[in-house]
């Protein structure tokens, strides 16, 4: 039995907020992107981080893999990467006429998929099977990666060069994208500090193990979503659809990424229950990566965070489940 299971609600509380605090020592001034980024893996979904370089896609990476008790895989992205590189390889022994797996770094918890859209995309859909069902095939054998099992990817603007477009299908699997952008001046200053004497992730010792964050993940999927809710997400993945400024709109595995977001945001917050709160905090990282702009839209530079905020203010907002129980 895991050791997750001998802790109160209370205690994973405060356990997730230590883990927040000290990433947030590595990154400074980025709490709330933090935050994001252990919401989706309570969540059990992978994170894509877009940003241009330097801003510290890979430090943040790093200082969350240095946090948790558990395997790290890194896999530098290239033009020239090949899919074995990713998923592993058999070796032929001759002496004994066997083939010998060896596992490529994407059979870890944690993977770090660093600027992903610089491989061709025959090398990133090597990524499609352990996205969506945690598992990958060489020479066809199947195996099953860890839990929990996180990939976190770095992207560069698509305007760099050496760069590729992620398929719709693979941007879809990706539970959030966040932006981290640059830091206040204060804020770059303490990070100078704190750098100055060499690597603060090297002395990082773990928070939590992989087998506490795997029994908090199924405790996510147990927290209630009421059926007000349910429609309140339904209508708003209605809108995406019929929207004149967008070519495709929200799946319904969308809609399911976004429930599953606010189920995990309410449990951070200490609840087993969503609120309207929730499913707001989370929607425009969830969303805006999912939705595809038409032509006339992409020309007048219109993002997709701002149609998701768009949505959000037409759609009326249900009454908080706990209110209206109390109410009834």
Same mark, same amino acid.
């Given at each position: ?6 802790? =109160? ?8 907020? @230590? ?11 980025? @709490? ?9 893996? !309570? ?15 890979? $430090? ?27 998923t592993?390889?058999?070796? +032929? ?8 797996? @060896? ?5 870890? *918890? ?6 992903? *859209?610089?491989?061709?995309?025959r090398?990133? =859909?090597?990524l ?14 199947? +195996? *099953? %990666? ?5 990939? !976190?990817?770095?992207? *560069? #603007?698509?305007?760099?060069?050496? $760069?590729y477009? %992620? ?7 990706? %539970? ?5 952008? +640059? ?22 010792? #773990?928070? %939590?193990l ?17 059926? =007000?809710?349910?429609r +309140? ?9 019929r929207?004149?400024? $967008? ?5 319904? @595995? ?9 189920q ?10 969503v ?54």
């Amino acid at each position: 039995m895991s050791k997750s299971f001998a802790l =109160s609600h209370d205690q994973t509380t405060v356990l997730l907020e @230590r883990l927040v605090s000290r990433v947030d020592q590595v990154v400074i001034g980025k @709490r709330h992107e933090i935050e994001l980024i252990i919401i989706a893996m !309570l969540q059990g979904g992978h994170v894509l981080l877009e940003d241009i370089p330097g801003v510290g896609k890979t $430090t943040l990476v790093r200082a969350i893999a240095a946090s948790l008790g558990s395997s790290f895989g890194r896999i530098q992205f290239t033009s020239d990467i090949m899919p074995s590189d990713v998923t592993g390889v058999a070796v +032929y022994h001759p002496h004994s006429g066997d083939f010998e797996f @060896r596992p490529g770094p994407v059979l870890s *918890n944690i993977v770090l998929a660093d600027e992903i *859209n610089r491989a061709a995309p025959r090398t990133q =859909s090597a990524l499609l099977e352990a996205m969506e069902e945690r598992r990958v095939t060489v020479d066809g054998v199947t +195996y *099953n %990666l860890p839990r929990p099992f996180l990939l !976190l990817a770095t992207q *560069n #603007p698509l305007q760099f060069e050496g $760069t590729y477009r %992620l398929p719709e299908a693979q941007m879809d699997r990706f %539970l959030m994208r966040i932006s981290l952008g +640059y830091p206040q001046p204060e804020q770059e200053v303490d990070m100078l500090g704190r750098h100055q004497a060499g690597s603060v992730i090297e002395e990082m010792k #773990p928070v %939590l193990l992989a087998e506490e964050m795997a029994g908090m993940q199924r405790m996510v999927r147990t927290v209630l979503v009421d059926e =007000s809710i349910k429609r +309140y997400l339904v209508s708003v993945a209605d809108q995406s659809r019929r929207h004149p400024k $967008t070519s495709l709109g929200i799946s319904p @595995r969308g809609t399911l990424a976004w429930m599953g977001a606010a189920q995990a945001h309410a449990y951070y917050r200490g609840r087993m229950y969503v609120i309207p709160d929730d499913v707001k905090a989370v929607a425009a990282a969830v969303l805006a990566h999912r939705i595809v702009l038409s032509p006339d839209s992409k020309l007048v530079g219109l993002k997709g965070e701002e149609l998701v905020l768009e949505w959000l203010g037409k759609t009326p907002v249900p009454m908080s489940p706990v209110i209206a129980r109390a109410s009834s």
